[in-house]
């Protein structure tokens, strides 16, 4: 990663600079100046070098980051409330830049359009089998620390089941072998297959579809499948979403229970797939349908129950019933793993501070902050 080059630059340079003044006042130690000074010398120095070494390390630094959800589970509201916390919040000041959108033949939609929705009450429309979102933001991490997000938004609906089983090179690329070949009989071109689900080949796919006005069959599908699990391949940061409306329902429904084991059998199978290789972000969504439950559990001793003490009986609560999850819970404790419960209330709120909300009753769930600084 070319980015890379100019922090790792810097690093180094400082850590030459700084042992190099180290030795200059090792040699004044020896020439017999005052103790107490050498050593005030000393701290002060070691303290400029972790603070610049701080600024700079992750400067410039890309971070790619891929929601990864089933239908429904809210990846497309949780894009718009990233986009507009960046853009509002000052403790993380940043900008959006031009979305870039692969719809193959689906609506196009920008981060802005989805918050202008969420905005006034709306939900966005389902994200189809031929749409994804490729985003990217830039932010500062700490005030400073400049930070570039690549956000991937997918139709959960058809893909979700689907990816994991393409993850391993194997699967992958018999998949990426039956675009390349489809691609040759129906726009007869001769495509590279390493070029097959990279950014810059479905910006190709995308004018190439508005030029020929389509091609047919499950090709465009195949098409955005390779490009969610090549986005997946490449992520830093998975953020895995647990519908909250299946949380506060599987007790009750064994539908539901299945349902939420199965998804929670996808993320186990990735975590296993890329162990230590990945940092995860298990995201429960629409907390706010768990208000009752919630409430039952905690408003009889508190008036405000603190966000981190919900997650942490949501863990224990979802552990007890659902195997897989309590599966991913165990992978956890050897990876770089964190559990977040989020709703879109607490970013409605009062709209561009984006502070936690407090429910009715006096809960307040999580800080959106923790979890955006979480997820950087
Ligand atoms: N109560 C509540 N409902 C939510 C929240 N977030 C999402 N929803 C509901 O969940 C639905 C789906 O949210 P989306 O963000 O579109 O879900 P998605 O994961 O993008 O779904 P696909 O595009 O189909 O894969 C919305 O239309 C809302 O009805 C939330 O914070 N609270
Ligand atoms: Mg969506």
Known sequence: NRLNLLPDASRIL??????SLGYYLYNVFHLGADVKIIAICVVLLFGA?????TVVKGSGRRMSVIVIGPGESGKTVLAG???AHIVFTRRISGISEKPIMLSLGGVD???????LLLKSGDWPPITGPTEARFFKLRAKKRWITPVSIELVDFGGTVHFDAIHKHLDPESYNKLVEEIGKELKETLEEDIPEEVIGTLDFMQWIKSKWEEENGFVGDLREKIIRAY???SIMEAEKLIFLIDGKQVRDFRDNSQTETQLTKNCEVYRDIMNHYKGKKKYRLVITKT?????LIKKR???NRRNVEGKVVEKWLLREISREISTFKEITSIGETVDAKLYAICLETFKDDGENLRPLRFEGGITLWNYDDFIRGIL
């Open 14 to 19: 400082l850590t030459l600079f700084f042992l």
């Open 49 to 53: 070098y972790l603070g610049l070494m």
């Open 81 to 83: 409330c990233i986009y």
């Open 109 to 115: 939609m920008a981060l802005h359009d989805i918050y």
């Open 228 to 230: 969610i699990c090549r």
């Open 288 to 292: 706010d349908e768990m208000d009752d």
């Open 298 to 300: 905690f408003y009889k």
